[in-house]
């Protein structure tokens, strides 16, 4: 065991009643993630340690920043509990921001062993000391500096500068189960995404309709799926053969109805799969005013097919700041592969921008869907995508 | 798999692979070598080079070996370059890729380019070439048969047109006759081109080979080892060459019979989708049997129904054709389409069918059933 990360547990801690589940299930969370790896997790009230092999401290430091409900993490000492001790590894932690160039520190000290000889301020002001010693050309600023040393007396006394950002949220599984409408586009990754931190497991759906939409298209909602497996760990994907709903649609439906009638489709084959797999709500990237079909209106048409709720984490959303957010969960390169999804091909040139809901759903039943969903729902394919 | 994709790329043919297998094998040296096993190499080089002119009816003397098509395209278009100040390009606007991007590149670097768009059924008209002819013009570039849509383009009247109408020097000529090797007949005069380019897989020789042929030389940008005359600089691929030579060889003594047999499948592909509702030829005045048409290439729309679609599901039911150039399938732009002024909804379900000489009216009927069915079961 050659590196040692303390982590940062955030929000679980002021969770009351549901700490325990919640710990329970980021532990499992972070114990599967980083098997292979010979990790030790070692949990405690606000601070886990994760001790790994050398050799793996990349792929650990992967993970740690990518599962929901971890605060920050850091690659830490662990020294005894004298000054000395901790001078010695406040040097070592810094010396690794100095090479790299930083010229001012500060230091903050943690102090929940109240028997260690200095308070909190006294560590901090005399290891500060030291530090300006060993080092030249390093000065303090308490303000805006390059570089925290951090001391935290516990059980040992723990010591480190630069700690990484965790993705913060809840543990996944917390808040149990979403299906996820997973199209191909930019939006519905970012939703998944933003919705595994607040604890949702996700399984996803995709709507295939072959010949319209190609392998690739599929391969593309594959490979998105991989990337939000990064963060929400293993995803089932569910590949409903949507051709033939999709024909009727386009024969039997008024041509301005078509997108809004494909999508309650999708929402009856995608509440079923729901209700199936023990999902507590759907989700999708729908975005108030976005398109045609994301009316409020045409919104509340759609919804309708579904008994679940119906999660829009995007609904308020600027386009620009969900394409941020894309290429930081690093899914919006995959999104933008030029492969359509059937929402693209089969859109009417002058869509319905404001359904009424009695009048669209008289129209919709008249198209005939009900017995190829039935089968489409049927022959769903199924195939469990896991994080690398 | 019916393939009906020749186009594309056609099926190695196995005695040319013997070739290729054979020579490489017989010839083990380098050609630039000084020794003895480097002299045979070199003489049978020499050889394929010889066999090659003939076939194509040009000077073994303008015959460089390149490493395709597109390497044939781009070396006059990029020794543009080795002048001291750029002037203008003029390339009409169905080129290959390959000609046309390398040409953009020029812009790029400051060249003028000036494009030429073809009339509706396809064709470049000389006088237009001619007159986007100007003193500064130091190229003309015009393939000898569409990709897409099978128009043979008129270019030995392009070339006597820009001839007679050029201003103090006369621009160099260049032929992209990738898709006339082994199909239309090439005459003696090389089209009246200063430079062709040639490809050896599209007529079942091995791909990474190609011909640039040049009737006089030209300063080219890449530099090396001096190999092809300074042209094409690198290690030849002596038994790719020797492959190419036989590919030709068959494909021009074998020409007048396949060519009828290509006319026989043009014929009965056009008045097949007569039968089909909706489906229309590209261009609408498309007709067989008219030498404004190379008759191994057919393309043609099914309104309402994406040609991407189509391909895949034509692929479902054992059938490989293409949306157009294979090349530049990936991208939703019909440039060659556009330029003819075909309607969107047209060109968006466009189909290209291209044949070979083993291509059968088996084949051909089966493939217009599935096109049939196909059509009526996705249709819009």
Redesign the interface.
């Known amino acids: 065991m050659d590196t040692l990360f303390l982590v940062k547990i955030g929000e679980l801690v002021l969770k009351g009643g549901n700490r325990k589940d919640f710990e329970r299930r980021l532990r499992d969370e972070l114990k599967h993630r980083l098997h292979g790896h010979s990790a030790r997790i070692q949990t405690g009230v606000g601070r886990w340690f994760v001790e790994c092999a050398s050799e793996s401290e990349e792929a650990v430091a992967a993970v740690l920043a990518s599962i929901p409900g971890i605060y920050g993490f850091a690659r830490a000492i662990r020294t005894g509990k004298t000054f000395e001790e901790l001078a010695i590894a406040a040097r070592d932690a810094a010396r690794a921001r100095v090479a790299l160039g930083a010229r001012s520190f500060k230091v903050e000290a943690r102090r929940s062993d109240k028997s260690f000889p200095l308070d909190s301020y006294g560590i901090a002001r005399e290891l500060g000391a030291r530090l300006l010693a060993d080092f030249d050309g390093l000065s303090v600023d308490v303000h805006e500096p390059d570089f925290t040393v951090r001391v935290e007396i516990r059980d040992k006394a723990y010591v480190y500068a630069g700690e990484e950002p965790g993705q913060k949220g809840l543990p996944v599984g917390s808040s149990g189960k979403g299906l996820l409408l997973l199209s191909g586009g930019i939006d519905s990754p970012v939703s998944g995404y933003l919705m595994a931190l607040r604890g949702l497991s996700i399984e996803a759906v995709y709507f295939h309709a072959y010949p319209y939409t190609s392998r690739e298209a599929w391969e593309k909602v594959r490979d998105l799926a991989k990337i939000l497996a990064r963060y929400v760990g293993r995803i089932t994907l569910h590949t409903v053969p949507f051709t033939e709903p999709q024909l009727a649609i386009k024969k039997n439906a008024p041509e301005n109805c078509a997108t809004l009638f494909m999508r309650a489709g999708m929402f009856t084959i995608a509440d079923r799969i729901a209700s199936s797999i023990g999902a507590n709500c759907l989700i999708t990237g729908e975005s108030l005013g976005q398109v045609a079909s994301q009316t409020a209106e045409n919104l509340r048409f759609t919804e309708s097919f579904a008994k679940l709720p119906v999660l829009r984490p995007l609904i308020g959303t600027d386009k620009e700041d969900t394409i941020a957010l894309a290429r930081r969960i690093g899914s919006y390169e995959t999104s933008i592969l030029p492969y359509e999804d059937c929402c693209v091909i089969f859109s009417p040139a002058h869509p319905l921008l404001r359904a009424d809901l009695a009048r669209e759903t008289e129209a919709y039943e008249k198209t005939g869907l009900g017995s190829l969903l039935d089968e489409a729902f049927r022959n769903t394919e199924r195939l469990v995508i896991k994080p690398d | 798999m019916t393939y009906l994709d020749w186009a594309a790329t056609a099926p190695p043919d196995p005695e040319v692979l013997d070739e290729q297998r054979r020579t490489a094998l017989s010839f083990p040296g380098n050609p630039s070598s000084r020794h003895e096993a480097g002299a045979a190499a070199r003489a049978a080089l020499e050889a394929a080079r010889t066999r090659l002119a003939r076939a194509l009816r040009l000077s073994a003397k303008g015959v460089h070996f390149v490493s395709g098509g597109s390497e044939a395209d781009a070396i006059p278009l990029l020794a543009l370059l080795r002048k001291k100040n750029p002037g203008s390009i003029v390339v009409s606007s169905i080129e290959h890729a390959a000609v046309y991007e390398q040409a953009r590149v020029l812009e790029r670097l400051g060249w003028k380019l000036r494009e030429v768009p073809p009339d509706p059924d396809g064709r470049v008209s000389p006088d237009k070439v001619a007159e986007a002819v100007a003193p500064d013009t130091a190229l003309v570039a015009c393939m000898a048969v569409n990709n897409e849509t099978g128009a043979t383009q008129p270019v030995r009247e392009i070339a006597a047109a820009v001839r007679l109408t050029a201003k103090g020097r006369i621009p160099r000529f260049h032929v992209d006759a990738v898709q006339a090797l082994g199909k239309i007949e090439l005459g003696g005069d090389g089209f009246g081109a200063d430079s062709l380019a040639f490809s050896a897989h599209k007529i079942g020789g091995p791909r990474g080979t190609g011909v640039l042929w040049l009737r006089s030389p030209v300063e080219p940008l890449q530099s090396g080892g001096g190999q092809e005359g300074g042209i094409r600089p690198g290690t030849e691929n002596l038994p790719g060459d020797a492959a190419f030579a036989l590919a030709a060889e068959k494909a021009v003594a074998g020409l007048q019979a396949a060519r009828e047999g290509a006319e026989a499948l043009e014929d009965a592909l056009l008045e097949g989708l007569k039968a089909i509702p909706d489906a229309t030829p590209l261009p609408l005045s498309r007709v067989p049997r008219d030498s404004r048409w190379s008759p191994w290439i057919v393309s043609f729309a099914l309104p309402g129904l994406?040609g991407?679609?189509?391909v895949?599901?034509l692929s479902?039911s054992g059938f490989a054709v293409s949306t157009g150039s294979a090349c530049s399938s990936?991208?939703?732009e019909r440039r060659v389409l556009d330029s003819m002024g075909v309607d969107r909804e047209l060109s968006f379900s466009a189909l290209r069918a291209s044949f070979g000489p083993e291509s059968t009216r088996a084949e051909l009927d089966a493939f217009l059933e599935a096109v049939a069915s196909i059509y009526r079961?996705?249709k819009?």
Do not use: G
């Open positions: 994406a991407e679609t189509a895949r599901a479902d990936a991208s939703r079961r996705f819009a």
